[in-house]
């Protein structure tokens, strides 16, 4: 149901713009969320997008003023642009769905109902 891409190397510095493709229908009926699992620790929540009419839109600390997520409806997609990435965002990142009905807990990974396969993202120094 949701295919994540766009990860890749890159140099501390750089950017990178992640999609998260779904279906049709869960495009309409769910809210998307990204997150992100380095080796040897938990997945940790990043960003989530509500895709009503409402828009809303929740940020992690960590991702707050360098990470921008948004919708492209055009393909049913969600991205995640990230600027100025450090080696410590290198991970991998998951996006997943979860149901409006549950937006108050969006930063909780149990919470999603489906998940993406990842994209691996490396941060050279």
């Known amino acids: 149901q949701l295919q994540a891409s766009g990860g890749g190397l890159v140099q501390a510095g750089g950017s990178l713009r992640l999609s998260c493709a779904a279906t049709a229908r869960t495009f309409g009926d769910y809210d998307i969320g990204w997150f992100r699992q380095a080796p040897g620790k938990e997945r940790r929540f990043l960003a989530a997008?509500?895709?009503?009419?409402?828009?809303?839109?929740v940020y992690a600390d960590s991702a707050e003023g360098r990470f921008a997520i948004s919708r492209d409806s055009d393909k049913n997609a969600v991205l995640l642009q990230m600027n100025s990435l450090k080696p410590e965002d290198t991970a991998v990142y998951y996006c997943a769905a979860i149901s409006p009905t549950k937006w108050r807990w969006v930063r909780y990974s149990a919470k999603y109902g489906a998940w993406g396969q990842g994209t691996q993202v490396t941060v050279s120094s």
């Open positions: 997008i509500d895709l009503s009419s409402a828009g809303n839109i």
